[in-house]
């Protein structure tokens, strides 16, 4: 069974950095198509990007340019390098994972049918 564990998270700055990871263990991890996703207090959660076993990525039009996806199939880990962040980026983060039949975009915005989700980052933005 495939296991995710986040981190990363914690207080920035607006304007500053973050660098999200996701570990994945208990299965063969670079098998599995991996996304982010985030809720805010009050809010659905939301797609923030996706990356397939293959490598296609999609990212929400609220994070494109400021925030990028990569995996290290070698560590099982992937990784949300977050940058010029803003206010309402603040949000927990998670990381879930499945084996995606269909376009990367598809699986962000299905997010809620993949079956295998961390427990969350906490990120907040603030001065």
């Known amino acids: 069974q495939l296991q995710l564990v986040e981190s990363g998270g914690g207080l920035v700055q607006p304007g500053g950095s973050l660098r999200l990871s996701c570990a994945a263990s208990g299965a063969t991890a670079w098998n599995y198509d991996i996304g982010w996703f985030r809720q805010a207090p009050g809010k659905d959660r939301e797609p923030v990007s996706c990356v397939t076993v293959d490598g296609s990525i999609y990212y929400s039009d609220s994070v494109k340019g400021r925030f990028a996806i990569s995996r290290d199939n070698a560590k099982s880990t992937v990784y949300l390098q977050m940058s010029s962040l803003k206010p309402e980026d603040t949000a927990v983060y998670y990381c879930?994972?499945?084996?995606?039949?269909?376009?990367?975009?598809?699986?962000?915005?299905?997010?809620?049918?993949?079956?295998?989700w961390g427990r969350g980052t906490q990120v907040t933005v603030s001065s």
């Open positions: 879930a994972a499945d084996s995606w039949r269909g376009t990367v975009q598809a699986m962000c915005e299905k997010g809620y049918t993949l079956r295998s």
